[in-house]
Structures are given as structure tokens and as C-alpha cells.
């Protein structure tokens, strides 16, 4: 392939599982001097700003933003509710949980995982055991990641919490949504959600360093009865400041905070309901391209069934380590640029699609027949008729 003619040239399409693609309003909204960060504008957006962003996670509690990515998050949400010694549960359905449960270890938590793997989702029955046999509640919280984005694995939060309350446990339900939110439904106050951590660089379509802590009462109440907090990470201020820069323990995200401003108003001028449903239908279409590729022997869904893949990630896998020289042409040769495998064994032939954020269903088509130009250009086995299969379901009715 070394003397491939690349058509890379023109406006290149990054379809990783986030960063995603970003609106031009956003990166307009951002292409500004800096304001004043004691009074004015920025400082008068806020409420609004607050109430919409709550409006996305669906809760009415409250939310304290940081100058941080997810891993920020994280980390800002642990050191709120766990204090060193304490137990957290990680259920793991991919490499995020490990991540979290990692943190929670590195501020003196014991992390006990149950290790479902990177191709199952949640197994209630060995979760139930584990809680069964916590009699003296040892576990403050359970790290619940909602869509494993290096397996693609969305687990069922609202089933975590059912579980938790037929067992009378009392730790809090913490939930990952970094990349569901804005892309799979996530429902923080109908799911019985104690705490939300995410991030503003996927389904919020915004450039990656502003993060987000969602936290009820009951969350409320385990953070006054911790012994410590570290002061930056506390969210008591950061949540009900009495000055603005409280919010941020310092100087604001000043042109984060407008272009986030502007991904709200596109989100919630689309409507909630509709992005989910847009994205469902775009996952859809991937899907269908995908079962008809796979006929070919050479490609592999990581998630076998459809009811536990994420709208918002889909991880796959090419024989014969076909996945890397797949992406390499589609970057190289067409200004297409998927998402590495992550977390898997097989390196070289996991891979995966970002379908968060900021897409159109011509976006989809296009990302599709970028792949089928690389299996044919890579002679890669597969079967015919991809393109139509998703263009199919993108023309059904909903
Ligand atoms: C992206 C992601 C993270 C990590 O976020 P960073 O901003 O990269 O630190 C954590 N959890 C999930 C589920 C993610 O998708």
C-alpha cells in the first residue's frame, strides 16, 4: 500500500470514541477575547448554565464543575464520599472500571473488582453475592460505568439500583456516564443515581478539560461525614459558591464555558429525547453495515448482542491482526481516522467507531464507506452489501 495515492486531503472526519467532533458554533462561540472573570457576562451565564447542564443529565441536584478531564472526575467524585480504608465495589465490564477502581486504591480505598471481562455486560446474580456477603456494609460506593467505551459495553444502571435497594445496601450508586451522556439515555434522578462523573469531550461536544460532578443529598450527607477533604477537589463550594470563582477554586474555564454554553443550546434546541434517538438510529445503521461484513469471517462485533452495545461506541475486531493496517489506511489514504483498540488483548485487530456528538447520518454513510474502501483495498473478507444495509436503515420510518 505504500504507493497508494492518498485522497486524504479536505476536511478530515475523527470518528474516535472522544474526543468527538466538535460543532463550528462551539469553536465559534470560543473565538473570543477572554472576559472578565469578576462580573459581567460570564459570571451572569452561570445559573443558566448549571440548570441546563442538569437538564442534559436529568437531575435536579446538584453539580460542581472542575478544570479537569474524566480521570479529574474521578478522582474529584472519590474524594468526596471515600475516605482512606473505606471499600468501593467495581463491577467491570472493560478497562474504565479498572481505571476508576485504580484511583480509588491511589486515595487509600480498597477497590474490590468483579471482573466481568471486555465482551459481557453486568452479571447481577455474582453482583448480588458480592453485596450478600457485605453484611456490615463495608462498601461505601459502587463504581457503576454506564458505557465501557474500550468494549463498548452499556450496562444497566437502573437494574444496578434495583438491585441495591432489594438488598437494603446503602452504598452510593456512582455512575461513569463520560460517554453516554448526551448519546445513550442516562437518567441520574430516575435511576436512583447518588453521583454522576463526566466530561465535557464526547456527547457534550466541547474540547477536552472541563468536567462535571453531579451529587445528591444522600451523597451530601456521606461528604459531611467524611474526616477530610482535599480543598481542590471538595464540591461543596465549587456547587453552592457564594463568589464565582468558588465555582472553580480559581480563574473560570473562561472559553470552555462558551463554547459548552453553545453545545447546550444545540443539544437542547434538538431536544434530549431526539439526540438519543438520533444516535440510536445512526448505531443502528453502523450495525447493519457491520452484521453484513462480518459474513465475510474476517470481522467480529466484541459485543454479540445488540442490547447491551452502547449508541455511542462500538468496538470491533479483524482477524489475522487486520484492525491497525484498517485504521492506518483510513487515516492515511482517505482522512478517516478510527479508534484504536483499547484494553483487549488482540492489540492489532481490535478497534473501534466514536459515533457521539455532533453527527449526521451522511457523516455515518461517509464513515462506512471509508471502511468498505480499506477492506477492499486491504482484500479484507467480508460480505456485500454493507453500505446498503445501513442506508436501508437510515430510509425505514421510524
Ligand atoms: C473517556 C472516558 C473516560 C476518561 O475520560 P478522560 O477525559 O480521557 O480522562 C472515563 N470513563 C469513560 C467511560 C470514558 O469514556
Redesign the pocket.
Known amino acids: 500500500m505504500t504507493n497508494q495515492l492518498s485522497l486524504a486531503q479536505g476536511r478530515e472526519y475523527l470518528a474516535i470514541?472522544?474526543p468527538s467532533v466538535m460543532p463550528d458554533a462551539v469553536l465559534q462561540a470560543m473565538h473570543r477575547p477572554s472576559p472578565n472573570i469578576y462580573d459581567g457576562e460570564l459570571v451572569d451565564m452561570m445559573p443558566a448554565l448549571l440548570q441546563d447542564l442538569r437538564r442534559v443529565a436529568r437531575t435536579e441536584h446538584n453539580v460542581a464543575i472542575y478544570i479537569a478531564?474524566?480521570?479529574g472526575t474521578w478522582e474529584a467524585a472519590l474524594s468526596n464520599v471515600i475516605a482512606p480504608g473505606e471499600t468501593v465495589l467495581a463491577p467491570a465490564s472493560g478497562r474504565?472500571t479498572h481505571?476508576w477502581a485504580e484511583m480509588a486504591e491511589g486515595i487509600g480505598a480498597q477497590a474490590q473488582l468483579i471482573d466481568f471481562g471486555t465482551s459481557a455486560a453486568w452479571d447481577f446474580d455474582k453482583i448480588a453475592d458480592v453485596l450478600r456477603a457485605d453484611t456490615d456494609h463495608k462498601i461505601k460506593g459502587v463504581l457503576a460505568?454506564h458505557?465501557?467505551?474500550s468494549s463498548s459495553i452499556r450496562n444497566d444502571i437502573s437494574g444496578l439500583r434495583a438491585l441495591l435497594d432489594d438488598l437494603n445496601h446503602p452504598a452510593l450508586l456512582m455512575a461513569?456516564c463520560?460517554?453516554s451522556l448526551g448519546c445513550d439515555r442516562f437518567e441520574m434522578d430516575a435511576w436512583g443515581v447518588d453521583v454522576t462523573v463526566t466530561?465535557c469531550?464526547?456527547g457534550l461536544m466541547t474540547p477536552?478539560g472541563m468536567g462535571f460532578v453531579f451529587f445528591n443529598e444522600k451523597a451530601q450527607v456521606k461528604r459531611a461525614a467524611m474526616p477530610r477533604v482535599s480543598q481542590y477537589w471538595d464540591w461543596q463550594p465549587r456547587a453552592n459558591p457564594e463568589l464565582f470563582y468558588q465555582h472553580f477554586n480559581g480563574t473560570a474555564p473562561t472559553h470552555h464555558l462558551y463554547g459548552l454554553r453553545t453545545a447546550l443550546d444545540l443539544i437542547h434546541a434538538e431536544g434530549i429525547e431526539a439526540v438519543w434517538a438520533r444516535h440510536e438510529r445512526l448505531a443502528c445503521a453502523i450495525w447493519a453495515a457491520c452484521e453484513v461484513w462480518t459474513q465475510g469471517g474476517a470481522l467480529e462485533f466484541n459485543v454479540a448482542d445488540p442490547a447491551h452495545r452502547s449508541h455511542a461506541v462500538t468496538a470491533l475486531r479483524l482477524t489475522e491482526g487486520r484492525g491497525t493496517p484498517l485504521r492506518n489506511y483510513t487515516e492515511n489514504t482517505l482522512g478517516l481516522t478510527l479508534g484504536i483498540g483499547l484494553g483487549m488483548e488482540d492489540w492489532d485487530g481490535c478497534f473501534r467507531l466514536g459515533h457521539m456528538g455532533h453527527l449526521n447520518a451522511q457523516m455515518i454513510m461517509a464513515m462506512l464507506g471509508g471502511i468498505e474502501t480499506a477492506m477492499a483495498a486491504l482484500d479484507i473478507p467480508r460480505g456485500q452489501g454493507a453500505l446498503e444495509a445501513a442506508a436501508a436503515t437510515l430510509a425505514k420510518s421510524p
Open positions: 470514541p472522544g478531564n474524566g480521570h474504565f481505571g460505568v458505557v465501557d467505551t461513569d463520560i460517554a466530561a469531550q464526547k477536552a
